[in-house]
C-alpha cells in the first residue's frame, strides 16, 4: 500500500514563501510521476506542478516562474518551492504520485496553505 506524507503548509503573508514536502513509502515505484494538486473552497482541483522520475516538468500557467517542483528520488520525496505567494494560492495542497506500470495514482491527505496579511 502506498503512502504520502506531506508537510510545510502554513500561514504566509502575500509575497512571502514555503515549501511543502511530500514523501512517498510502500511500493516499488518504477516510472512515476509526482505531483502537486490544489483546492480552494468552491473550485475544482487543479494541477500546479508535477515531475517525472527523469526530472520533466509541467507547471499551471498561474505559478510558472514563482513556483519550482523537483524531487529526491533515492527518498521519493517530492517538493514545492512556492515564492512569491498571492491570496489567490490560497487553498489546500495534496501531493499525488503516478505510478505507470499500474495506471493507478496515490493521493496524501493534503496540507492547507493560507496566504493573507
Known amino acids: 500500500q502506498v503512502q504520502l506524507v506531506e508537510s510545510g503548509g502554513g500561514l504566509v503573508q502575500p509575497g512571502g514563501s514555503l515549501r511543502l514536502s511530500c514523501a512517498a513509502s510502500g511500493s516499488r515505484f518504477g516510472f512515476n510521476t509526482m505531483g502537486w494538486y490544489r483546492q480552494a473552497p468552491g473550485k475544482q482541483r487543479e494541477l500546479v506542478a508535477a515531475?517525472?522520475?527523469?526530472?520533466?516538468?509541467d507547471y499551471a500557467d498561474s505559478v510558472e516562474g514563482r513556483f519550482t517542483v523537483s524531487r529526491d528520488n533515492a527518498k521519493t520525496t517530492v517538493y514545492l518551492q512556492m515564492n512569491s505567494l498571492k491570496p489567490e494560492d490560497t487553498a489546500v495542497y495534496y501531493c499525488?504520485?503516478?505510478?505507470?506500470?499500474?495506471?493507478?495514482?496515490?493521493w496524501g491527505q493534503g496540507t492547507q496553505v493560507t496566504v493573507s496579511s
Open positions: 515531475i517525472t522520475s527523469t526530472g520533466n516538468t
Open positions: 499525488q504520485i503516478y505510478l505507470w506500470l499500474q495506471r493507478r495514482d496515490y
